[in-house]
T-cell receptor
């Protein structure tokens, strides 16, 4: 059974600081996705990582995938308040195109 | 928003009543999914569909059934709602190529 674990589950950080969210998963997969969710809203796709060593960047967020370590990271550079949200990673479960989600990391960026 | 709508957006019902949630897409995507979101659990897959009349169970399918008689509509039914089914329900479609899923706006269901 594929399990996906995120840590930390809650992160309070000051504006301007850097931090990393971790996503570990338990079985082999080459495809990992990051989503953002604002309170009361739906999920918004952030990054699609499709191979070992994949790195994607958008603004202050950078995601990477190490399939050998079964680990993805979401790095936040010089955080700003607008990044406050909950971030989910999700892993593809074999070829059925089912996603297994982590529990989410709630990020709060303080002034 | 990949042309996904969900209805109703909010519903309050009583234990034991049947409830049907509707997901509608406008772009003929083959794969459609129903998830529920609860605090501390992320999103959990209830059922999914890979074509008209082709559906399969997810990890939390007990108490739920689905139907897909047309490409554009995927219905989720709670035959006899229970308080444990109080949740936010999201529908999603899978885009071809990158296997990325896009989500509808969600339905907040409260079972009293």
């Amino acid at each position: 059974e594929l399990k996906v674990e995120q840590n930390p589950l809650f992160l309070s950080m000051q504006e301007g600081k850097n931090y990393t969210i971790y996503c570990n998963y338990s079985t082999t997969s080459d495809r990992l996705y990051w989503y953002r969710q604002d309170p009361g809203k739906s999920l918004e796709s952030l990054f699609v990582l499709l191979s070992n060593g994949a790195v994607k960047q958008e603004g202050r967020l950078m995601a990477s995938l190490d399939t050998k370590a079964r680990l993805s990271t979401l790095h936040i550079t010089a955080a700003v308040h607008d990044l406050s949200a909950t971030y989910f990673c999700a892993v593809d479960m074999d070829s059925s195109y089912k996603l297994i989600f982590g529990s989410g990391t709630r990020l709060l960026v303080r002034p | 928003d990949a042309g996904i709508t969900q209805s109703p957006r909010h519903k309050v019902t009583e234990t034991g009543t049947p409830v049907t949630l509707r997901c509608h897409q406008t772009e003929n995507h083959r794969y459609m999914y129903w998830y529920r979101q609860d605090p501390g659990h992320g999103l959990r897959l209830i059922h999914y569909s890979y074509g008209v009349k082709d559906t399969d169970k997810g990890e939390v399918s007990d108490g739920y059934s689905v139907s897909r008689s047309k490409t554009e509509d995927f219905l989720l039914t709670l035959e006899s709602a229970t308080s444990s089914q109080t949740s936010v329900y999201f529908c999603a479609i899978r885009l071809p190529g990158a296997n990325e899923q896009f989500f509808g706006p969600g339905t907040r269901l409260t079972v009293l």
